[in-house]
């Protein structure tokens, strides 16, 4: 079984900064693609940015300049680091990853989600 563990939302002040954490634990084989998305009150779940097993990386145009995807294949873990904060960052953070266990053909997991506030 595998699972994939968010951490590190927080309540902080617009222009603050967060280090959001997805570790990935399990019977995993291989980690593809990860990827952060985030979800607002009343919203749909849209995509943030994603990183590749090779370290290509794409963002949101409302998050480039400020956010800085990174990952430790090492450790199974993806990180956000997102700085210059708005309030309109305010959502759940959710890890997805594309992963391959021992078991079976790759299939897409989603962490349980860490909320992300950013108000004065």
């Known amino acids: 079984q595998v699972q994939l563990v968010e951490s590190g939302g927080d309540l902080v002040q617009p222009g603050g900064s967060l280090r959001l954490s997805c570790a990935a634990s399990?019977?995993?084989?291989?980690?593809?693609?990860m990827g952060w998305y985030r979800q607002a009150p009343g919203k749909q779940r849209e995509l943030v940015t994603v990183?590749?097993?090779?370290?290509?990386?794409s963002y949101a145009d409302s998050v480039k300049d400020r956010f800085t995807v990174s990952r430790d294949n090492a450790k199974n873990t993806m990180y956000l680091q997102m700085n210059s904060l708005k309030p309109e960052d305010t959502a759940v953070y959710y890890c997805?990853?594309?992963?391959?266990?021992?078991?079976?053909?790759?299939?897409?997991?989603w962490g349980q989600g860490t909320q992300v506030t950013v108000s004065s």
């Open positions: 399990g019977s995993i084989f291989t980690i593809n693609n």
């Open positions: 990183i590749s097993s090779s370290g290509s990386i």
């Open positions: 997805r990853a594309l992963i391959q266990t021992a078991a079976g053909p790759e299939r897409i997991y």
